[in-house]
Nanobody, 117 residues
């Protein structure tokens, strides 16, 4: 059974720069197209950024220039570098990814990012 494991996040001051990571459990599962979503209190889930297996990336306008999604193929891990965080970035962040040669997509457990002084 594939599981996506997220790490990073926590309580961050405005302007902070945490990094989230997302990786499948088990070395047999190769992570493919990956999406980071976030859900703020009282709001719906929002697609924040995408990275395709070939490297294509996209971002929601509100994070462009501040967030960077990247892939480390050697570590089979996707990273979300978040810079210059604002209180409105407070949310639970979820990764969703396709796994090579596996049907469907998989969700991480979610990691809370709280931006507050």
């Amino acid at each position: 059974q594939v599981q996506l494991v997220e790490s990073g996040g926590g309580l961050v001051q405005p302007g902070g720069s945490p990094r989230l990571s997302c990786a499948p459990s088990g070395s047999d599962f190769i992570i493919g197209d990956t999406y980071w979503y976030r859900q703020a209190p009282g709001k719906g889930r929002e697609l924040v950024t995408t990275i395709r297996s070939g490297g294509y990336t996209s971002y929601v306008d509100s994070v462009k220039g501040r967030f960077t999604i990247s892939r480390d193929n050697a570590k089979n891990t996707i990273y979300l570098q978040m810079n210059n965080l604002k209180p409105e970035d407070t949310a639970v962040y979820y990764c969703n990814a396709r796994i090579m040669r596996m049907p469907g997509s998989y969700w991480g457990q979610g990691t809370q990012v709280t931006v507050s002084s």
